[in-house]
């Protein structure tokens, strides 16, 4: 979450930089990514609720299909190769995400992951437990998994709003809070969401897995191997009856996460290359000569070898699924037809459960279990953060928006109990971001100043 130290190169404008430029300035800011899913979200519920609100329902039911020879025949609504194939990259950088902050983020070691990990299961098991005491023994009963998810895109975009009064260290605890939560719905469709097996497809798919971490183990860094193995995989998980998506997170865990030279042998590298590409002239001629060009290719060589796979597909995937995968996501999915019956809807056991489950359950868990381990001693709150501040995370963490939508749909195969649980998601997403920000608004500024001034 640190600022990013950024090279600009000293090089001409094309005519295309006009028109990418206010793009590129726009998709610089943390929030861009929640803001763009509210606005898809928006939009989706404007054209679900207008005269041409068939045309939106019929759009995403339209039949698309891919065949190959007799081994491969799919043939699928749009809504589902969005909730299926693209959500299952959404599911990778998740997994990248995951396996980051274990290896070397804030999950890296007991003392730093206490919090987070207490916080997020305390953020899980409170929601759950209040949807529960609504739906026990009712048929929405298995939508118990709805509010346990936390949507880190929305809630860091709340965060972002509110500039320098929010302090570094809150925006690292409610990252590693949030993919500790990921980890946890994972985990939750994995097992409670998953249909009926098959389970030679299961071997397969078990199959390829060893197949990429042999890859992993023979040292195969080509992104493009792993991208293959993981669509057979995706294909496997598909026909298996386990959720396809869960393909996702288990192709991330096999991403190569070491580099093949450190930084000071980088650094020594780099500086002999441009020796040896100073040496040759400074001609401005289009064409390099022999010796510069085989010291540009070295450049490049070393420069993929400092960098991790992970950390490398992790930065080129985030735009994609920031910019794109999520928001469509969001319009495919947010579509809420409010002509029926609101009172029922608002009313319902499902979506009264939601609501309890992500406002009032997710702040109470977090608040809680954060300050249970702190208490005990296992961990301590970040300089310049106050309980307020964590009370304000708390909040914002019962925006369950993309995840929560994505499990009430495996939760909910009928139309009607999902209608009442996007009621609940959306209702309880707007009430939790505005007590999130009041409450964080309204902490105390000066503990972070005197932080700042100590730095």
Request: aromatic share 12%; charged share 15%; net charge positive.
């Amino acid at each position: 979450m640190a600022n990013k130290t950024k090279v600009k190169l000293n090089a001409p404008s094309a005519p295309i930089d006009v028109f990418k430029r206010p793009f590129q300035r726009f998709a610089q800011f943390e929030s861009s990514g929640g803001i763009l899913l509210l606005f898809c979200a928006i939009v989706a519920m404007i054209w679900a609720n207008s005269p041409f609100s068939d045309s939106y329902f019929g759009l995403w039911q339209t039949k698309v299909g891919v065949n190959f020879g007799e081994w491969i025949s799919l043939e699928k609504p749009l809504l589902l190769w969005i909730n299926d194939a693209l959500m299952a990259i959404f599911f990778f950088l998740v997994g990248l995400e995951i396996k980051r902050e274990i290896l070397v983020g804030e999950l890296a070691t007991a003392r730093k992951a206490a919090l987070p990990i207490a916080a997020a299961l305390g953020g899980m098991v409170a929601p759950a437990l209040l949807y529960l005491t609504l739906n026990f023994g009712k048929e929405g009963a298995k939508g118990w998994g709805v509010p346990m998810a936390t949507d880190i895109a929305f809630a860091l975009g709340v965060l972002q709003l509110l500039g320098k009064r929010v302090p570094l260290a809150l925006k690292v605890f409610l990252t590693a809070l949030a993919i500790v939560d990921d980890l946890g719905a994972v985990l939750v469709i994995a097992i409670f969401y998953t249909a009926d097996l098959a389970i030679s497809y299961l071997g397969y798919g078990a199959f390829v897995l060893i197949a990429m971490i042999v890859a992993n183990f023979m040292g195969v860094r080509n992104a493009l191997v792993y991208f293959l193995m993981g669509g057979v995989l995706w294909y496997c998980m598909l026909k298996s009856g386990v959720h396809s998506t869960l393909a996702g997170v288990l192709a991330a865990m096999t991403i190569p996460a070491r580099a093949r030279i450190d930084g000071l042998s980088f650094a020594s590298q780099l500086r002999s290359l441009m020796d040896i590409f100073h040496r040759n002239g400074q001609t401005k001629d289009m064409v390099l000569t022999e010796d510069q060009h085989a010291a540009v290719e070295s450049i490049e060589h070393a420069c993929e070898a400092v960098q991790t796979p992970l950390q490398r597909l992790e930065h080129q995937l985030l735009p994609w699924v920031a910019f794109g995968i999520m928001p469509l996501f969001a319009f495919a999915n947010a579509g809420l037809h409010l002509g029926g019956d609101l009172r029922s809807e608002f009313t319902s056991s499902i979506s009264l459960g939601i609501i309890l489950g992500l406002f009032v359950g997710k702040p109470l868990g977090i608040t809680f279990f954060s300050w249970l381990v702190v208490r005990i001693g296992w961990a301590e709150l970040p300089q310049g953060v106050t309980w307020r501040h964590v009370m304000g995370v708390a909040s914002l963490a019962g925006i369950g928006f993309t995840m929560a939508l994505f499990i009430a749909m495996l939760a909910f195969p009928t139309p009607e109990n999902l209608q009442y649980a996007k009621v609940g998601i959306l209702t309880a997403s707007l009430l939790s971001g505005a007590l999130g920000f009041w409450l964080v608004r309204s902490a105390p500024y000066e503990a972070l100043l005197k932080v700042e001034k100590i730095k």
